[in-house]
């Protein structure tokens, strides 16, 4: 089973600032099986990224996901108000075929 | 637009059973995989369930096998998870999630529904 970590735990930034958010695997995966998603506060995850940096319908181009192997990033270049919330790396494998990352947390400093 | 809602959360006691159901539409249903995911109060997303758009491959985490079975039905255009033999660590907010297509991500998410073991 791969198995992604996230760090930071918690990212303390202000509006404005740049969030850069880590995601490491266990084993290697196929970046074009890695994904992000934002979850608000009260809200389900929605899509961010997939295959590791290509944005999904809607999502503004300040979100942007690069990495290969076993370290990816999602970096978001000027946060928004709406951008603080939690966000998720999820890699497509084989057993389990999903695994999702414990999370990143971006809040307001 | 893609929509997807569950339906058939509730409290339940420990050991007993409880069906979730999902209702799709917006999409060509029966094209596409689906997922359960569910959430513990306070905690990060655990994925659940996978099957393929017609049925034919399903995958359970180690944690739910041989306690919840995932299913569909495309003719209703709806994806359900029978739950057994529910623990309290079961307790969390369920999701359902339209699969990409591409075995890449998840597109589409339901707004979700609590389940609740207790006695």
């Known amino acids: 089973e791969i198995v992604l970590t996230q760090s930071p735990g918690t990212l303390s930034l202000s509006p404005g600032e740049r969030a850069t958010l880590s995601c490491r695997a266990s084993?290697?995966?196929?970046?074009?099986?890695l994904a992000w998603y934002q979850q608000r506060p009260g809200q389900a995850p929605r899509l961010l990224l997939f295959?590791?940096?290509s944005r999904a319908t809607g999502i503004p181009d300040r979100f942007g996901g690069s990495g290969s192997g076993t370290d990816f990033t999602l970096t978001i270049s000027r946060l928004e108000p709406e951008d603080f919330a939690i966000y998720y790396c999820q890699q497509y494998g084989s057993s389990p075929p999903v695994t999702f990352g414990p999370g990143t947390t971006v809040d307001i400093k | 637009q893609v929509q997807l809602v569950e339906s058939g959360g509730g409290v339940v006691q420990p050991g007993r059973s409880l069906r979730l159901s999902c209702a799709a539409s917006?999409?060509?249903?029966?094209?596409?995989?689906m997922h359960w995911v569910r959430q513990a109060p306070g905690k990060g997303l655990e994925w659940v369930a996978v099957?393929?758009?017609?049925?034919?491959?399903?995958y359970h985490v180690d944690s739910v096998k041989g306690r919840f079975t995932i299913s569909r039905d495309n003719s209703k255009n709806t994806l359900y998870l029978q739950m057994t033999s529910l623990r309290a660590e079961d307790t969390a907010v369920y999701y359902c999630a339209k699969d990409s297509g591409n075995l890449n991500s998840l597109d589409y998410w339901g707004q979700g529904t609590l389940v609740t073991v207790s006695s």
């Open positions: 084993q290697s995966v196929s970046s074009s099986y």
């Open positions: 099957m393929s758009y017609d049925g034919s491959y399903k």
């Open positions: 917006g999409f060509s249903f029966s094209s596409y995989g």
């Open positions: 295959g590791a940096s």
